[in-house]
Structures are given as structure tokens and as C-alpha cells.
């Protein structure tokens, strides 16, 4: 079960302890880290997964006394940056920051370079709301009016997400298998683009989440319309939103997350070491500050819970995917 990141500091230290009393672990404990980390992000500059990574880099740069780089390799829905991860040398030099793709995307891909045995997990960092928008375009700002009127009408709507396989576009799709509504997927290269398209009127509809959109309706351009967050628990930036529980929808929750991992064989004094220096990370005033502002909801774990999350989470999701019809792409 994950928990917030203030709850879990005492078990951290002991996972560490623990891992520094293996064989050879003290002189890995002593000498990690030597150089700079790479903090790899599988999406473009700008999108939640980005600022995150940008927010945690200083403060593990000054809690380690390395650099700590950011280094962005979006495109093919994460594939791209998780695949360089999975063949990086297993030494903690190299680290993934990932989205759900990392237990999604088997079963909306055919032919992946890379396998989730591919790595080590290291702590969940953050999860957040996603909600379904209306765009410039739209010709409807409802979401039980847009639910009738796509079935009235399959060829005249659509919606994007950052990708195939996020959770965005699973939770459209599952509404769509359910009989909620009929509307065409497009899928973009992470939530970046899909705003631009979205914003432009070029897509009428988008699912992301609220750091990807929130400045569009706080500026006051009332350019977007929120019309549901796919989950069962009302987002605090957005209070008049429904929900689709409140909708009448139940048994679907998508909320977005963001973990670390790294290449598996990473020895576990590692692993141990760059967890407890994400959440000490983390847990630093002024990151919980900013998360807040950019509506990320801080969390933590230890590699082992992490780990059982992420199985849990591809069960969850495969189970709905494969319910809903959706097919590997």
C-alpha cells in the first residue's frame, strides 16, 4: 500500500540499513554517487513528468554533491526513453522518472523493446487527477450531453490524449466500450503537443491533467471546459467538476502517478541510496510547495511497495483494456 511521503521516512532508513548490511554493500553505499546522475524523462519539455524531474534535480544534486542532469527522450508513448533506460548500465547513473506506461504499455503495444523485469524499482514520487476537457472547438461543454450526442453522432467527435497506453486514453476508451459515449482517439506525443492541438482548435476534446491545463482557465481566456475527472474523488483545484462516479459511472479510477526506477541488477545499496534521496528530495518544503501548485499530490514508497504497485497496476489496467476490447496497436 503506498502512503504519503512524510509516513514512510522511518521505513526508508531501515530498507537502507538493511541493504548496507549486505556483503560489499558499505563500499557501494560509500562510493555511489562518483559522477552525474541522469535523470531520464520520456516525454518533451513541459509536460508533469518534466517539471517534476526539474523540481527534484537541485536537491538531489546538492543532497549527493553530483550533478544531476534532465535529460528528455519523448516519442512512441515513453518507449523511446524507457527502452534507453532498460539498456543503461545497472549502476544508478541512469534513472527513469515514468508515468503508468511502465505497466501499461504491454498490452498497448505489439512489439516492445523493453519489459518491465527490464528494471528496479525505486519509489513512487507523486499521482494526480485526470480530467476530460473541452476545447475551443467543442461543440458541447457537457459531459451527459456530449455522451448523447457522440452516440447520435460516432463520426463528428473526438478527443486526444499524450499517448497510447497512458491512462487518459484507457479511461476514454473503457467509456467508450461501456456504451458512455462514442468518440475517436488521437494520439500525440505527450501532453505538450495535445494541448497545442487542443488550445488550437485542430482536436475538439482532451484528457490530461490539471498541470498540463490549469493556466488556461486561470488566466481567465475560458478557453477550456473541464467537464468530469475520471476518478471517484472531486479534484481540489477544480471543485465544481463532477466526478464520474457522481456521474453515475463507477468502477473507474484514473489517476496518474510518477515513479523512479532504474535498470534491473542495479545492486540494491543503490537502489536504497537514491531512494532515500528522492524522498528526502521530496519531502523539502519548498518541492511541497511547488507541488501543489503544479496539483501533484506527493507520495512514497520503498522499491518493494513500489514494485507491488506496479504489478497491481498492470492488472488493473490489462483486466479493463482487455474487458473493453482495446487491442495492442
Known amino acids: ?81 524507457t527502452e534507453h533506460v532498460a539498456r543503461a548500465a545497472p549502476d544508478g547513473y541512469t534513472v527513469l522518472i515514468q508515468a503508468p506506461n511502465i505497466a501499461t504499455n504491454d498490452f498497448a503495444f505489439k512489439n516492445l523493446r523493453w519489459k518491465r523485469d527490464d528494471f528496479a524499482p525505486v519509489s513512487v514520487l507523486v499521482r494526480w487527477s485526470n480530467v476530460l476537457l473541452a476545447g475551443p472547438s467543442a461543440p458541447v461543454r457537457d459531459f451527459k450531453q456530449l455522451a448523447a450526442a457522440s452516440k447520435a453522432n460516432p463520426a463528428g467527435y473526438n478527443y486526444g490524449s499524450p499517448g497510447v497506453g497512458s491512462l487518459s486514453h484507457l479511461a476514454i476508451e473503457i467509456l467508450k466500450q461501456r456504451g458512455h459515449m462514442t468518440i475517436q482517439h488521437v494520439s500525440f506525443t505527450g501532453p505538450g503537443p495535445m494541448m497545442t492541438s487542443l ?66 541488477r542495479t545492486p540494491p545499496p543503490v537502489v536504497a541510496r537514491l531512494n532515500a534521496e528522492f524522498l528526502k528530495a521530496l519531502r523539502a518544503p519548498d518541492v511541497q510547495e511547488r507541488l501543489k501548485a503544479s496539483f501533484l499530490e506527493p507520495w512514497g514508497s520503498t522499491p518493494e511497495e513500489f514494485g507491488r504497485f506496479i504489478e497491481s497496476e498492470h492488472k488493473k489496467w490489462g483486466d479493463a483494456a482487455r474487458a473493453a476490447g482495446i487491442q495492442p496497436e
Open 199 to 264: 488550445l488550437g482548435g485542430h482536436i475538439q476534446y482532451g484528457a490530461t491533467n490539471p498541470a498540463n491545463f490549469m493556466s488556461h482557465i486561470r488566466e481567465g481566456k475560458h478557453r477550456l471546459t473541464p467537464l468530469a475527472v475520471l476518478g471517484s474523488q472531486r479534484e481540489p483545484a477544480l471543485p465544481d467538476v463532477p466526478t464520474l462516479a457522481e456521474l453515475g459511472i463507477t468502477g473507474l479510477e484514473s489517476y496518474g502517478w510518477l515513479g523512479v526506477l532504474v535498470p534491473a
Open 1 to 81: 500500500m503506498l502512503v504519503p511521503v512524510r509516513s514512510i521516512r522511518r521505513r526508508v532508513w531501515c530498507v537502507a540499513a538493511l541493504a548496507l548490511a549486505l556483503p560489499g554493500a558499505v563500499a557501494w553505499a560509500q562510493d555511489f554517487p562518483t559522477r552525474s546522475i541522469t535523470l531520464v524523462v520520456p516525454y518533451p519539455p513541459g509536460s508533469a513528468t518534466d517539471i517534476l524531474a526539474r523540481l527534484l534535480a537541485p536537491k538531489l544534486s546538492e543532497s549527493t554533491k553530483q550533478n544531476v542532469i534532465v535529460e528528455n527522450r519523448g516519442g512512441a508513448s515513453t518507449n523511446l526513453g
